[in-house]
């Protein structure tokens, strides 16, 4: 299994251009997650999805799209890219049927730079 | 709401001391998970533990070991005999489980260890 995998590695935009950060999993999980990840202040939640179809927000959504057509796939979309969102962008998984549901596997990040 | 604070910004030690990391976390919830992190200066963030509300046993594995402790609400992090490869950012998670649909992870703002040769 390759796990929580995340594409680009490193991107550079400008402000106000769009992007679309790439996410995929193999392990079948339900449960899909975005954070981001600024000094100081640890790992935030921008969006998360239970199931193919469902999303809801986090706890700094704003700025940020997501959509989830299938298990694998949960694409994070920067409508306008704004200097306030420069982060390092983790995607993670975790699989709701198992007791330790709560454990979320994270992909190796995506770090981003607005200028 | 949930909370969860790494009050020690930064922590530097020397090879083969013992360092104790803090967590400290807030919920209004009877059932949650608290979990504990380690980012190598790699970048990826590397699962070390994982301990639900009903089991206050502490926990050690190898160098490590766990401190949960409900009546303070802490979840304190221990590395023995500290070694060059533990320098890392270590965060310290609590996830609620409050609904079926609940998938919020806070994290806290981590814990930047350094250890010296």
């Known amino acids: 299994n390759a796990g929580v995998t995340q594409t680009p590695k490193f991107q550079v935009l400008k402000t106000g251009q769009s992007m679309t950060l790439q996410c995929a999993q193999d392990m079948n999980h339900e449960y899909m997650s975005w954070y981001r990840q600024d000094p100081g202040m640890g790992l935030r939640l921008i969006h998360y999805s239970v199931g193919a179809g469902i999303t809801d927000q986090g706890e700094v959504p704003n700025g940020y799209n997501v959509s989830r057509s299938t298990t694998e796939d949960f694409p994070l979309r920067l409508l306008s890219a704004a200097p306030s969102q420069t982060s390092v962008y983790f995607c993670a998984s975790s699989d709701p049927t198992r007791p330790s549901y709560n454990e979320q596997f994270f992909g190796p990040g995506t770090r981003l730079t607005v200028l | 709401a949930q909370k969860v604070t790494q009050a020690q910004t930064e922590i530097s030690v020397v090879e083969k001391e013992d360092v104790t990391l803090d967590c400290v976390y807030e919920?209004?919830?009877?059932?949650?998970?608290l979990f504990w992190y380690k980012q190598p200066p790699s970048g990826e963030l590397v699962f070390l533990i994982r301990r639900n509300s009903f089991d206050e046993q502490n926990e050690i594995s190898g160098r490590y070991s766990w401190n949960f402790q409900k009546s303070t609400s802490s979840f304190n992090f221990t590395i023995t005999a500290s070694q060059v490869v533990d320098s890392a950012v270590y965060f310290c998670a609590l996830s609620e489980v409050l609904l079926y649909n609940n998938n919020d992870m806070r994290f806290g703002a981590g814990t930047r260890l350094t250890v010296k040769p």
């Open positions: 919920t209004r919830d009877t059932t949650y998970y």
